[in-house]
Nanobody
Framework: QVQLVESGGGLVQPGGSLRLSCAAS????????MRWYRQAPGKEREFVAV????????TYSDSVKGRFTISRDNTKNTVYLQMNSLKPEDTAVYYC?????????WGQGTQVIVSS
């Protein structure tokens, strides 16, 4: 079965950095794009970034562009989200997402809190 396990969240001061990881299993990881989403308290889940399967093309939301970097290691079945220059408004639960047909899969999420 498909499993996505996020890690790397925590408490960080504004301006700091964190690196999130998402370990995937149960599907052909290298064949599918991988996405990060986030959900802040009281808000809807929103798209953060996507990376394509083999060429690794990336797209980011405007709110994180220039500060976050998505990457993947197809040898480790893992996708990463490097988050720099963190702001309080980046506080959210971060989820990775995969879409091997016919379903849409989510991890359990990892909490990121940006606060002084």
């Amino acid at each position: 079965q498909v499993q996505l396990v996020e890690s790397g969240g925590g408490l960080v001061q504004p301006g700091g950095s964190l690196r999130l990881s998402c370990a995937a299993s149960g599907f052909a990881f290298s064949s599918y794009a991988m996405r990060w989403y986030r959900q802040a308290p009281g808000k809807e889940r929103e798209f953060v970034a996507v990376i394509t399967s083999t060429r690794g093309f990336t797209t980011y939301s405007d709110s994180v562009k220039g500060r976050f970097t998505i990457s993947r290691d197809n040898t480790k079945n893992t996708v990463y989200l490097q988050m720099n220059s963190l702001k309080p408004e980046d506080t959210a639960v971060y989820y990775c997402n995969a879409r091997p047909p016919p379903n849409d899969y989510w991890g359990q999420g990892t909490q990121v809190i940006v606060s002084s």
